[in-house]
């Protein structure tokens, strides 16, 4: 069973770059199973789709967002990786990474991970 | 993008109960809907995909219907653990999108 968890900073400073890592245990990266993707979720509130990026560095980005994200995958660490620049309050939610398969349904999540923009 | 609207947003019942839980799309996404359940402070859980399909490992007192634009989450006998909040996705378009969630609480 894939198992997928998220590591990186908790707090980051306005306007700065949060980033953070997805490692993958139980599967390959590279199986070609799946989509890998972002999702987080303001306190309090609903789930946003981030982007998804597949085994071959192909990636697809929620709009709102695009200017923003960079998604990338490296397949000998087994991992991939959220990049999100000029961050702001609006930011701050539990961040998921989650593994989506071949029809779009997000099987496996991670734990998630709270990371709160403040200066 | 595809809006996702559930209702209602939020629902009381008692364990037994059967609850019915509904999330309309805003165009036509024929099968491409999931239902997730979640816990406070826990990642969601898959429970049904592509409208009617349960998950494995998913009780079978959860069912999902629809097609098109309409949907619907049936759960027939509410259970102490079934307590939670209820999100929709589709996944029609890349641009996956959630329903607002709909939670469900203990009357």
């Known amino acids: 069973q894939v198992q997928l968890q998220e590591s990186g900073p908790g707090l980051v400073k306005p306007s700065q770059t949060l980033s953070l890592t997805c490692t993958v245990s139980?599967?390959?990266?590279?199986?070609?199973?799946?989509?890998w993707s972002w999702i987080r979720q303001p306190a309090g509130k609903g789930l946003e789709w981030i982007g998804r990026?597949?085994?071959?560095?192909?990636?697809n980005y929620n709009p709102s967002l695009k200017s923003r994200v960079t998604i990338s995958v490296d397949t000998s660490k087994n991992q991939f990786s959220l990049k999100l620049s000029s961050v702001t309050a609006a930011d701050t939610a539990v961040y998921y990474c989650?593994?989506?398969?071949?029809?779009?349904?997000?099987?496996?999540w991670g734990q998630g991970t709270l990371v709160t923009v403040s200066s | 993008d595809i809006q996702m609207t559930q209702s209602p947003s939020s629902v009381s019942a008692s364990v037994g109960d059967r609850v019915t839980i509904t999330c309309r799309a805003s165009?036509?996404?024929?099968?491409?809907l999931a239902w997730y359940q979640q816990k406070p402070g826990k990642a969601p859980k898959l429970l049904i995909y592509?409208?009617?399909s349960l998950q494995s490992g998913v009780p079978s007192r959860f069912s999902g219907s629809g097609s098109g634009t309409d949907f619907t989450l049936t759960i027939s006998s509410l259970q102490p653990e079934d307590f939670a909040t209820y999100y929709c996705q589709q996944a029609n378009s890349f641009l996956y999108t959630f329903g607002q969630g709909t939670k469900l609480e203990i009357k």
């Open positions: 990026i597949y085994t071959s560095g192909s990636t």
């Open positions: 989650a593994s989506v398969d071949s029809w779009g349904f997000v099987d496996y």
């Open positions: 139980g599967g390959s990266i590279s199986s070609g199973s799946y989509y």
């Open positions: 592509a409208a009617s």
């Open positions: 165009q036509g996404i024929s099968s491409w």
